[in-house]
């Protein structure tokens, strides 16, 4: 049976100021306070796993021990089935150091060439408590690239992603549109039926 989250203080495990603002907006309606780890201090750990469960387990669980509180972490990306997956778990590598998404979108359209244009983004939320038990979940959004980039809402590879059945990017669309249907929501759900106290 999974562990339930009573409201209180979480912690959660990015330095990423979209994806800790996207998250705590998720939590608002569980009676939970959401803090940011670059907020507290945290250091990130290296992400070193070979899948986004274990690079999301990885960073929540050191979130947790550090903090004593806690903590979800989220690892995503954008994987893209004529580049054999990638960038996948280097989504966030491919924009470098200085996190320059111009430059890994207009790595993925020179890479991709022209090929085909499907892609999906995945997300998966782990949810780690101090003594290291770990709840996790996985929410994937299947669609297509489109280029030139467009829209500046979102963030990270946004404005190139349009989901299946869409016309906007998820760079175009209203932040509420897109909470509703993005990969990350979806696995929020997940873990909101899994963990959360309604």
């Known amino acids: 049976m999974a562990r339930r989250l009573e ?3 979480l912690v959660i495990a990015s330095h990423n100021p979209g994806k800790v603002a996207e998250i705590a907006a998720l939590l608002a309606p569980f009676s939970i306070e959401a803090v940011g780890a670059a907020d507290l201090g945290l250091a990130e750990p290296a992400e070193t796993g070979q899948s986004f469960r274990e690079n999301a387990e990885l960073k929540a669980r050191a979130a947790a021990r550090a903090a004593n509180l806690p903590a979800l972490a989220d690892d995503s990306g954008l994987v893209v089935a004529a580049l054999g997956g990638a960038p996948g778990v280097l989504s966030a590598r ?3 150091p200085g996190r320059d998404f111009k430059a890994a979108m207009a790595r993925v359209e020179r890479e991709l ?4 244009p499907r892609a999906a983004f995945v997300c998966v939320l782990a949810l780690a408590w ?3 038990h770990c709840e996790t979940v996985e929410g994937r959004v299947e669609g297509a690239l489109v280029f030139p980039p467009r829209g500046t809402r979102g963030f990270g590879y946004d404005p190139i992603f349009i989901p299946e059945g869409g016309r906007l990017t998820f760079g175009e669309m209203d932040p509420e549109q ?4 993005s990969h990350r929501a979806r696995a929020f759900r997940e873990l909101a039926a899994l963990c959360l106290a309604p």
């Open 7 to 9: 409201g209180g203080r």
């Open 94 to 96: 491919w924009a470098g």
């Open 113 to 116: 060439g022209g090929r085909d």
């Open 130 to 132: 101090p003594d290291g």
């Open 178 to 181: 897109k909470h509703r249907i």
